[in-house]
């Protein structure tokens, strides 16, 4: 097995491509939009497209039950979908690039699991009357204090890996110290779990199913700016992570900051994750998949085509997945988690099996 | 694997097998009685006879009983067969495959679950309960006063609900004649297997498979086989079915049914009770038209939230919101609950009136044994002009905030 740094004197340069047509861009930019359509389209509940597009326009005489579940159920969950895809996608595309390996993830430092390990403390913990009482005076119950949890978990993994990376030169110990991290979040949480009551199990494991559809509008005011905001950053980011494919140390001979760019990186790239598994769950897969399928689509690993690139097919898989989950055409809801990792795993060993005519893939 | 593991494998494979061998099945060890049981005595002139539960029988041979308890497991086709042989009596030869013999009447018995606790001072045994897992979360009087005193002994070890596993050193310092058990089918939850190799004698309670409010009281008649008060159990579960059907009655001829909601939805989906089971049957009895009434299972489902929004959004009430105490709290979960019409109106119930402090809900404990009073506190919901009298036990409308109770 092989997926650490290229080893020196390998032949490690852009490979001179030609450029796919537009047909890989359009393909990246119809996939979405079909995936969109059957997203509000498909459900448990059977609308007609036609009924969904009056509601969307806005038309008169559509039924209001209509109304109220494309609009409060089903749109919300789509563009949840979509900006969780397109976040998952780019951090996990920041990270592969930073680490040079194709198996990173967006979670590889540890944001998860300390995501996770807040999520348990107020699930499976702090669900006592007295306490409860003292949440709904701060206006902190349910969703709320579950989206806090998570941002303060990961918030605090991610200051303490970050006090690290300002110290230690190498990625591969900043890899090493995030998955420990992992280690200990998730021991810690089978200790809480040791304790918990069943029905605070079955929320907390519902938590980590993943789920796009406990985002409601007033959730996204905050999730769409700082998913946009981490987007923007990783665009700014571009030429910078051109340069780390190929090394860090030709990344500072291009007169690349590395220390500051890395910090960088590592904050977008956490900022992306954090918040995505904050308001949706810790979802799997997806952040690995998308940046290998946007390279084998495109065929480069340009960073300047694969940011875009990576938001949209980011968007298309998660709607895809999402649309999957809802089981169109039955009552039931399958977990999300299970969906994006029976996509993305395939597309893994896809990778790995591949690997001989892949193009240097952030690896 | 290096060779020189191979002789290591093979050695470590040989002697488990020699161990299995040499153990054998526990229930087959047991010792073969020389004479037959005879059939011409009578020891058990008070018979019980079993009209609602579907999980399991009693039959009576003289001088034993014979215990069939069906399908524990969800999945499971299994059928644990218990032979209760009267003080002084030899069990029947050849015992059934499988069969765990008890002497009864039993003298000490541990409970692994506090859902049954209530039926043991319904049927006057209280003093023989020696020892019971999950002390904090009793509700049933006679038994936390027994606690206090400390003649009940906690057998869990500290951790809560299906997590919990027994204390077999407790366990063997107490000797109970019995250990009542529930079954999951999930191994890593059943204490059956571990208490039968450790020598004790589990007898698997399935009450909870059991798809009607009736049926689960009727376990009652269960716990009575194995202390021989069988006359008891009869009367106070007759008792408990007449004033249940005269509820159910009252009900049977209202104009207009309620529709019903029922659980929460958490982070987009909601876990709802299905048409056929426990819950659905106390809505149904109680005059109300449940939602899922046309599903035909009886488990929990996960359902996509808009589902139920499209048919409960009219409906009138909505009960049993789980973890949900206040119409604040509902909505911190999903603030789209405002669109319910049930919750616009704060009609609103659930059933945590009664909850210990560390979490034991007396719903799932008194409320297991007296379902009249729950179908009572149902109808003064549904309809306040059937039961005017009714003082609710387990449910409360909710208030918009939380109370500062405790």
Redesign the interface.
Known sequence: MKFTTPAAGEQVAFHPIPRVGPAAWTLLLVLPMIAFILELCL???MIPPRGVWDVLTGQEGVPE?WR??VL???LP?AVTAILAGAALGMAGLEMQTLFRNPLADPFVLGISSGATLGVALVVLVA????F??VM?KR?L?????VVMAALVGSMVILSVVMAIARRVESSVTLLIVGLMFGYICSALVNVL???????Q???FI??TFG??????W?QLLVFAPTVCVGLGLARMLAKSLNAFLLGEGYARSMGVNVRHTRIWIIVGASLLAATVTAYC?PIGFLGIAVPHLCRLILKTSDHNDLVPAVILMGAALALFADVLS?APGT???LPLNAITSLIGAPVVIGVILRRRQFIEAGA | MTRGMIPVVAAFVLYTSMVSIALGDPEVATPRPFFSASESVDLFPHKACIRFARCFTVEYHGTYKRLDVFSPGLKSKETFVYILVAQGHRPPAPLPRGALVIQIPVKRIAVCSTTWSAFFPMLHIENALVGLAGCDWASTPEIVSLIGQGRITEIGD??????RQVNMERLTVLRPDCIMVYATGIPEYDHAPKLLEAGFKPVINASHMETTPLGRTEWIKFIAALFNKEAEAERVFDDIVNRYEAMAEKTERVARRPTVLSGVA????W?IPGGAGYSARFMADAGADYIRRDDTTAGT???????V??RA?DAEFWIDT??C??L??L??????YR?FSSFRTGKVFNNDARVT?E?GNDYWETGVARPDLVLADLISIFHPELAPDHKRIWYRQLPS??E???
């Open positions: 459900g448990s509940v039950g109220e579940i409060l159920f089903r969950r669900s006592g009357f007295g409860r009482f709904e206006g119950l349910g969703n709320a204090s779990l040791q304790f918990a009551q069943e029905h199990m079955q929320n519902a938590w789920s796009f559809g406990g985002v409601t007033n769950g809802q009552r039931i809801v | 500290g951790r809560r609900g299906m997590n958490w982070r987009g989906t876990y489902k996960p359902v996509a939230i808009e589902t929004f499209e959004r789980k973890m105490g206040s604040v709290e909505l911190a979960v999903d603030e789209r669109l402090p979490g905030r939380m500062g109770r405790q």
